[in-house]
Structures are given as structure tokens and as C-alpha cells.
């Protein structure tokens, strides 16, 4: 018998060894439907969304070095094409949160003497013991389970001595705040940083001569000119410490109506708290697109359409002095370039 089980044994060991076995990791979110989420939201960014659903396979499988950030992505590309939106919508698919995640805008510290506002104030100065800064440690460090999400808007516009602060954290996951009584832990954080350098040139270039240039000339150009952007802004120090970097698209009028789609669903998810819904017609949708097609800002220039053109309408058919009643629709149309509202009560 002792042979018997013995050959058991070796049977089941040989079976463990060549049964494919599943990567267990500890973080909870799927690459697969966190990306499901940002296709949905983000119009026009195929490749951009590609890259950094390979960079969430590649923190899903902790293959990252644990001494530096989950990842450093540079987000480049004009306003209002999806970059800060896409940092949003992971906060979102991740944290279940739009706001999980700590952001700065850089904007804010374009003089030197701001980044103390990072590294807290030095020894000697008020509010150094406290070790009070613009982080936020709870968004910044995350859980087990899922990473922390930070967001620097703008880098293009913060001061030399913030970029340098910016490098530590970079190279050791790291902050050691200027009190040297607390660090904050960067190393389970995915660091995005958003900027508009070389946009507008691009921009010229996409309007210019080189769209007569083949699809891989032109995109290939486009590259030259942002990297020559970023090399005369950055040291190359800085720009070497940076995972990613991925560029976005301008935004053209064929996506239009996806904008307008967009915008749509999400005035109906605040309309919900109303219990009413909206609808446009055709006729409508065509005309706010028109007024949203502005290749500077993207679909910043269609938000602005809605809230300019169709949301003083529905703000007074909920406003008047019999608002609609509860699971009404709410039939938007142009009549004279003015917007129309007619209530349809819910069906009995």
C-alpha cells in the first residue's frame, strides 16, 4: 500500500504542475471593464486608451518595480480632448469615485516660492510642524486593493523648483516633507500629469501643409513637434523619468454627434434627481453640434453649447409654475434658433 500511495502522490504532483494556474493579484479592479468605461466616455483616443489599457494589465500582474510609482503617464495633447477626463473616469471605475483621486493644478504654482505648497513649510516657518501640503495622503497612497490616482493639470505652468520636487517623487515613489517628520508614499499611486505643450502647433500643422501628408508622415511630424515642445520646457532629466507618454488627438466634426450624445446622457443623470428625462431632436442635436464644432477646445466648446443654449430652456420648463410631474420627458426642439420645450406626461 505504501507504494500505491506513493504513486498517488506523484500523480497528483505531476497533474498540479502541468494544470495552468491563475494569476492572483491583489488589486480588485479589471483592466477589462475599467477600460470598457473609458471607451464609452472618451470620443476619438484609440490609441491613447490602447496604451494605458496595457499599462493597467501591466500593475493587474504587479510586474512594476515596488520601489517607484505604479506609473508616471504624460498625457499631451490640446484642451478638452479627454485627458483629464480619462483620469476622472479611472478614479471612477476604480474607487467607484470621480473625485477619488488628488489633484493639483500646476497653474497654481507658477511661482518658486509655491513649492513649499508640496513639501510643506521648512523648519522655522509657520505651519511646519503640522506638515501641512496640497497632497492628500488618503487619495495619494490608495488601499491593498486598489492604487491611489494623482493628477497634476497643466505641468507646463508649474515653477522649476515644483518639477524638481516632482523628480523625487518619480525616482523613489517618495516625498520626504520639508519638516522631516512625515514622507508620503507614492509607490502604490498611478501619477498622471496633463499638458498642452506643442497643441497649438500641432494644430497649425492639421490645418496646414501636412494634411496633405500621409496619415504615418503626418502623425510622425506631429510627434517631432511635441517632443521639440517638451525638450525646450523640461531637462532631460525630468523627461526620462516619465513612463508614458501619450498623446491625444484634437477632436474633428465627424465626432461630433458623439459629443453631443455624451453631453446629453450626462445632463439626464442630473435631470434623474428631478425625475424627468430629456430628449432632443434631430433637427436640435445638428444645430448644437454646430455651435459646439471649435477645434481649440474640444468638447469643452460643446459643453458650453448645452449650457448656453439648452439648459436655460430646461431650467425653466422645471422651474415654472407647474413643474412636470414625476417620469415625465421632457422633448427638446429648435423653433426660430430658439429652444423649445414640450412636457410629455409619463404613460398611465
Known sequence: MPF???LLAENQQHNEQQAPRAHTSRFLFE????MQLLQQRIIGQDDALAEISDSLAVVKAELGDPRKPLGVFLLLGPTGVGKTE????????????ADALCRIDMNTLAQEHYAASLTGAPPGYVGSKEGTTLFDREAIEGSFGRPGLVLFDELEKASDP???????????????????NSTLDFRNSLIFLTSNLGASSVQQLEQGWARLLPPRWRSSLQQRVQ???????????FLNRLDHRIRYRSLHSSQLQHLVE?????LNQRLARHQVQLALDAELRDWLAARGHDHRFGARAIARSFRHHLEPAVARALLDAEPPPAGSLLRASLNAGEVQIRIEPPPV
Open 86 to 97: 480619462t483620469v476622472r473616469l479611472l478614479a471612477e471605475a476604480i474607487h467607484g469615485r
Open 227 to 237: 517632443r521639440r515642445a517638451l525638450q525646450q520646457r523640461f531637462d532631460p532629466e
Open 4 to 6: 500505491i500511495n506513493d
Open 162 to 180: 515644483v518639477i524638481r520636487a516632482l523628480m523625487n517623487i518619480f525616482d523613489n515613489g517618495q516625498l520626504r516633507l520639508s519638516a522631516g
Open 262 to 266: 455624451l453631453a446629453l446622457a450626462q
Open 31 to 34: 483592466p477589462l471593464r475599467v
